[in-house]
């Protein structure tokens, strides 16, 4: 059949079509520990094998490929896998692929619900390419049953490999060797045995020098003090700085604190010994394991300090903390700024101390971290002055807060913006669902021979921008819809409860919880206080 160039046309011939559904699918490919050793599941692997796969199904389309990387297949919390779920929601993709069933879980329960109520529920089609498995293929009898044995069958091999690595990590520790990622802050991994520690030679005298102040004596502010204005880098910027750590999170302030030292003082690694096992996981979190069961192996690396100096430094420290206890007042009252109240200079939180049953605010910086740290400086703010100061900010701030939520009850105009919102969406998926209709109409004109594959890849290309367009406006909308409706409940539920208080408004830690971010002080005089709370409607009520 002779082949006619439709090039000019606005949109594709209206021909008589198959019905045949053009699927939109995800490509998951998952990567664990475990699996690190087999060049059969590599990521790049897992990719190649599916697409070879679906070159032969001109009925599917790959939208997206979504990556999780070094985590287990005995839980579903992996942020690859949960952004799949999200787009099967908003109907990004209706079709899932895997190299295998373990690619997909290695929890019995919860792949099976995928597999029999969550897939099924949202019209997912689902292929396993090594299992032989699709969803929407009529030979799937067989599978059926095989897939629950298979998934219990990945269930028990990830249970089994996690019970040999503990096996094995417990047999290491009780051997003596290090299993830990990172070293003890003051040695380093020998190069040629990941599992025995050496000495840090640039690290260690730090170490020495913690000790023998604590032995003499030097309480822990003032060994923080110390290494802040010497200058001396804690050991998370250590680590940064030899790249064995790049997270922020995890690289902190660069300023020395109290815990840290503290860690350090009452670690045992420093006199030879290896200490390990001090945590166990807990339903795949992490919890401190009593000291009794602690793995202690005497005598496996070299030691930093003496064992006398240790015993020194903590006699030294129960002392101080037991002439702490004798002296300590009357107990404090609870703190309702807890955690809110903060430097205007140099940002750091404000100390909350009690001198003769009287409270009050300073930052502590000049004196815990160095001289010149904080310019400001504010040395004695007392408690009473700031809760007049904040409460009067509060009231203010209520005022506004009830009066924008009555008018905003009574303003038609925000349910005005909802409907047009909801019709906005309304029209996008109207559009989507018009645009992937030609899709499949292209598709059958090329197989006919009415189009050139030049013309239908164009005219394809077209289509699948305008739909991915119309997808992304139509989740921006649902997101804004969604924001609006809880930003009006949210703010109406809030001011009514201030309402019911507003006849005897006092601070309380309910309120500032509800309220208040934070508090800055930059003086006596001059504080800020930062809501925690957007008013959205502020367009709407000025037009009211």
């Not at 993709?93 to 019995?108: T, Y």
């Not at 997270?247 to 604190?257: A, C, F, R, T």
């Not at 290309?461 to 921006?476: D, F, L, M, N, P």
Request: charged share 25%; aromatic share 8%; with cysteine.
């Amino acid at each position: 059949m002779a082949q006619k160039s439709r090039k000019n046309i606005a949109s594709p011939l209206p021909v008589q079509t198959s019905g045949m559904k053009i699927w939109r699918a995800g490509l998951y490919v998952r990567l664990s520990v475990e699996d690190n050793g087999s060049r059969g599941d590599s990521l790049e692997t897992q990719q190649q094998i599916m697409e070879a796969h679906l070159a032969l199904c001109p009925d599917i389309e790959i939208v997206e490929v979504y990556i999780d990387n070094g985590i287990s297949g005995r839980t579903f919390e992996r942020p690859a896998f949960q952004m799949m779920l999200a787009d099967v929601e908003t109907g990004k993709i209706d079709c899932v692929v895997v190299k295998d069933l373990s690619r997909l879980g290695r929890n019995a329960i919860d792949s099976g619900y995928y597999l029999e109520k969550y897939f099924p529920l949202h019209h997912v089609r689902f292929i396993s390419v090594n299992d032989q498995y699709d969803s929407e293929c009529a030979d799937n009898s067989g599978s059926q049953i095989a897939l629950p044995l298979k998934n219990l069958m990945n269930e028990a091999y990830a249970a089994d490999i996690s019970r040999k690595v503990r096996t094995q990590q417990n047999q290491a520790m009780r051997a003596g060797e290090f299993v830990g990622s990172r070293p003890p802050y003051g040695y380093r991994k020998d190069p040629d045995n990941c599992h025995r520690l050496l000495v840090n030679e640039d690290t260690a005298p730090v170490v020495r020098q913690i000790f023998q102040w604590a032995a003499d004596g030097t309480a822990l502010n003032a060994i923080v003090k110390r290494l802040n204005e010497t200058g001396v880098p804690t050991p998370s910027h250590y680590l940064a700085s030899i790249g064995l750590i790049s997270h922020e999170k995890l690289i902190g302030s660069g300023k020395w604190q109290s815990r840290t030292v503290g860690k350090i003082l009452a670690d045992q690694v420093y006199t030879g010994d290896m200490v390990q096992g001090k945590t166990r996981s807990v339903r795949r979190k992490q919890s401190p394991t009593p000291q009794e069961d602690w793995i202690v192996v005497q005598d496996t690396h070299e030691p930093l300090i003496s064992r006398e100096l240790f015993e020194q430094a903590q006699a030294a420290r129960s002392k101080t903390a037991a002439k702490y206890v004798q002296n300590e007042k009357a107990s404090f009252t609870p703190n309702i700024f807890r955690g809110r109240t903060f430097c205007g200079h140099c940002g750091k939180a404000l100390h909350r101390q009690k001198s003769r049953d009287q409270y009050f605010f300073r930052c502590i910086s000049n004196d815990r971290i160095g001289p010149g740290t904080c310019p400001g400086d504010i040395r004695v703010l007392p408690e009473d002055d700031l809760i007049a100061t904040v409460l009067t900010i509060v009231r203010k701030e209520a005022a506004v807060i009830m009066g924008a939520g009555y008018r905003l009850k009574q303003n038609g105009e925000t349910f005005t913006l909802k409907a047009d919102l909801k019709k906005q969406i309304s029209l996008l998926c109207q559009e989507i669902e018009r645009d992937r209709k030609y899709l499949i109409s292209l598709y059958e004109n090329y197989v006919s021979g009415i189009l050139y594959k030049a013309e239908y890849t164009e005219l394809k290309t077209g289509y699948e921008q305008k739909i991915r367009a119309a997808t992304v406006r139509s989740q921006q909308l649902s997101e804004r819809k969604r924001n609006l409706e809880k930003n009006l409940n949210d703010y109406i539920e809030l001011a009514d409860w201030l309402a019911s208080a507003n006849g005897n408004m006092t601070l309380t830690s309910d309120l500032i919880d509800r309220l208040v971010d934070r508090i800055v002080v930059y003086s006596a005089l001059e504080i800020a206080v930062y809501f925690k709370f957007k008013d959205e409607f502020g367009e709407i009520l000025e037009n009211d």
